[in-house]
């Protein structure tokens, strides 16, 4: 009779099964075929500058250690935002699956994605208050907006809010704003920018029915910290505000001059400004906007505002034909808003071209803030990450923060002998470069010592020298083969 052999029994759940993966034996060298070695470049530098270390030395979430520390889990949580993922449930096949990757920004595996979520869920207030601190040692450390040049230009930050859409059952999830979303529940993220160099300076989240008019001050008092401004009424005086109407209530302008700053806004109040706006005499055509006029409000400030302002009113038709009509409201000089449009000495002889200018300067949030949002919702994917408890999505917002900031600094680093590459947005940078195919070669000890991208390619070629000269300090190869 035939012996049949038999073989041991496999359960399901053993195929679904994810092993972390390790280090291989220091005493050899291993190479790894990595679907993002681009980013593995930029892994790396980050770990040579030990960006991470702030949030390691201060963020102590009250989790034991098994595998990974509460830090570790949180790092691999950005390593997944910066692989373009929309959910931390991608990390398993994003960042687990690629030991390169994790190799090349310092980690020996990848924590699973629950055990991730776990870690964020047990976010207490005080550990976002640590995460907030450790994030603002890393911009100050490596941020150039920390570095503004004061004395030789205005430092311009612009602030604005941002619904986020989330489940009716997330805390704080109430009903407010949200664009082209009627009766949708969500949160509000508030942020300040440093336009001049597109970095986050604060980013908070707030319940869903706050908006500017209540979030400014908080956003501006988190931005002085984070820049050092509330200690140096000097680097006050020479920083602009620029915001919405959201903004442009008395108190919130009376506060904003009373610190000291410029400021640059629109007036809150409908009613107000088409008050304000039969006072004009002369209304002049933007040649730039068919359709909209500028005038001089002719009606004095000073029992609305601790100081002189200037006011300048702005209307354009509407649909019904109808007026709609706006108020800026101004205490930038004509000597400074020359020198924020580069604009001729000349202008101040023809007071039209002036007033246009303040209003071209207003205009600009739009590719300050306004822009930063849309980069980051479509990149990053910051509406697509939700927690149900409010000090874990707090957590993530940090996160995100960050995750925008390193894509500024690595564009920045990448486009410095390039002008080609500077009008990247970061959807394109994440698509097109990061994702780049290649092998990554690490010595014995564990250290990425060079970067084969696929030659096949094209899409990379104009970033290459630029990672070249990047890791040209931690003693990296960058070269192009077959892989």
């Avoid at 770990?47 to 990974?68: A, C, M, S």
């Avoid at 919405?244 to 400021?263: C, E, F, H, T």
Wanted: one cysteine or more; glycine letters at 8%; a positive charge.
């Amino acid at each position: 009779m035939r012996r049949v052999k038999k073989y041991p029994k496999v359960h399901h759940n053993d195929y679904c099964r994810v092993s972390p993966p390790v280090l291989s034996n220091a005493s050899e060298a291993s190479q790894h075929l990595s679907p993002r070695s681009f980013l593995a470049g930029i892994g790396a530098k980050l770990n040579g500058l030990n960006l991470f270390l702030p949030i390691v030395e201060r963020v102590k979430i009250g989790q034991k250690t098994v595998k990974d520390s509460p830090a570790e889990k949180l790092y691999d949580a950005l390593i997944n935002i910066l692989c373009g993922a929309g959910g931390m449930v991608e990390v398993n096949k994003r960042v687990g699956s690629d030991a390169g990757l994790q190799r090349a920004f310092g980690r020996a595996r990848c924590a699973e994605q629950s055990v991730i979520q776990e870690t964020l869920d047990a976010s207490s207030a005080e550990n976002v208050e640590q995460m907030e601190s450790a994030v603002d040692e890393i911009y100050q450390q490596h941020s150039v907006g920390y570095r503004h040049d004061y004395d030789h230009q205005l430092q311009i930050l612009d602030t604005d809010m941002s619904g986020q859409p989330c489940g009716p059952k997330a805390a704080f999830a109430t009903k407010g704003y949200f664009a082209g979303k009627r009766n949708r529940r969500g949160r509000q993220l508030g942020r300040v920018l440093a336009t001049r160099y597109g970095e986050v300076v604060t980013d908070r989240t707030f319940p869903g029915t706050v908006q500017l008019t209540g979030a400014l001050q908080p956003l501006l008092q988190a931005a002085e910290k984070t820049l050092g401004l509330d200690q140096s009424p000097e680097k006050r005086a020479r920083t602009l505000i620029r915001v919405d109407s959201g903004g442009g209530s008395r108190d919130d302008i009376n506060w904003m001059l009373s610190r000291g700053y410029r400021v640059l806004t629109k007036d809150y109040s409908t009613q107000r400004a088409r008050k304000l706006a039969e006072s004009v005499t002369q209304w002049t055509d933007d040649p730039l906007h068919p359709g909209r006029q500028i005038g001089l409000v002719n009606t004095p400030s000073t029992d609305d505002y601790v100081q002189p302002v200037l006011r300048i009113a702005v209307r354009c038709r509407k649909n019904n034909g109808q007026w709609a009509i706006g108020v800026l409201v101004t205490n930038l000089s004509p000597d400074e808003i020359i020198a924020l449009g580069e604009l001729e000495v000349d202008i101040l002889a023809d007071f039209t071209q002036l007033w246009l200018a303040y209003v071209y300067c207003y205009d600009q949030r739009g590719g300050g803030v306004e822009t930063s949002f849309k980069q980051d919702n479509q990149a990053l994917g910051i509406r697509k990450r939700n927690k149900k408890r409010f000090e874990a999505q707090q957590m993530l917002t940090q996160l995100n923060a960050l995750a925008h900031n390193i894509l500024v600094w690595a564009k920045g680093w990448l486009s410095e002998d390039n002008p080609e590459t500077k009008p990247i947005g970061f959807v394109r940078l994440m698509r097109d470069v990061f994702t780049t195919t290649g092998q990554l070669f690490f010595n014995p000890a564990g250290r990425l010592t060079e970067i084969r991208l696929n030659d096949a390619d094209s899409l990379v070629r104009p970033w290459i020298h630029g990672l070249s000269i990047l890791l040209e300090s931690e003693h990296i190869a960058v070269n192009l083969g077959k892989t």
